[in-house]
């Protein structure tokens, strides 16, 4: 059971083309008549009540298929209902019209009404209008209702998105954190000295991280700001086992990336290319921009990259949904065993050129 309390209020277009529509209905009436040679005050009069009775039909009419959700049935049971409606309203409408003219305009002209033939004529002309009303309604009605969808799906989209992009930076922030914190509990008993400066580096890669964790995208100068901490920490703890450089292109510094992503790149070279050789290794990171108007980002280390089938690694996994999420398939990355070098593993990120123009200033 419906009610008519629950239908929303008409917007004030509605009004406006309801307005509008039988406005001019009555005036093409009226000219009608006149260009018929009948013009009296008395047949202005009987089309001015006509034109009203039709808006306050009509508008009635609009109630009943919002408070009975007509406007969601199928096309054929929909059609059924405004048969039956539509015929219903177009005898009502003649009896309050005739019923008006008759006994509060009582015209002695053209106006006077003719008997039932006159009154069935009219009452088709009614429905035939009341079907044109419809059909600009509830076009546009369903108009309305699909680009509103579009917009929600739109929406929804975005909230997925983000709801996604956040359970991801969620899964890499600890992980970064354990690794620290077990980095500096093995300093702690044999140089609290170098223990101490790690957990320094460690503060600061942590204050870093989460004022970053409500970024879609940083700059890569950011980026490299917690690369070159994280490098610090585990050249303390790998000593003369590990060597870095870094060679990046200053025009690549504002360039916008995924927080965490070269981090993680690093992190990985070092976990598990140079830290379980015993002689350890080197790690090349060198970022500029191509012909292709991408920032390329390289990052080659010592070892070699064999991923196991059934642990893809979740680090990477997650950073190629953040990359999938925010870029589509602009941006790419891979990671592979050099083929011309043995014992060299490269990781390449390739993501479109999006600058903050803050970044440029900063």
Known sequence: MFSYAAVPPPSRLYWWCQLLGWSLYFLISAAAFAFMGVRSS????????IAATMLAITHWLRYHIRANRWEHLPPLPLLGRLLVMHAVLAV??????????????????????????QFVGYAINVNILLWLWAGFYLGWHYLSSYKQAEVDKWKLSAAVQEAEMRTLKAQINP?????GLNNIRALVMEDPARARDMITHLSD????SIQL??????????ELEIVRHYLELEAMQLE???HYSLDVDPAALPVLIPPMTLQLLVENAIKHGI????????????????AAAQLHIVVRNTGRYQPKPDHAGLGLRNARERLTLLFGSAATLHIGNN???????VAQLRVPVQVNAAALTA
Do not use: C
């Open 42 to 49: 008395e047949m202005l009069t009987i089309n001015l009540v």
């Open 92 to 117: 009502i409408s003649q009896v309050i019209i005739w019923a008006i003219i008759i006994l509060l305009i009582q015209p002695t002209g053209n106006g006077k009404p003719q008997g039932w033939p």
């Open 175 to 179: 992980h970064f954190m354990f690794n």
């Open 205 to 208: 890669l942590l204050r870093y």
């Open 213 to 222: 964790n409500s970024a879609e995208r940083v700059p890569l100068s950011r």
């Open 240 to 242: 003369e086992r590990l």
């Open 275 to 290: 830290a379980p050789r015993p002689e350890g290794g080197s790690i090349q990171l060198t970022a500029q921009l191509d």
């Open 339 to 345: 083929e011309a070098t043995t014992d060299t593993v």
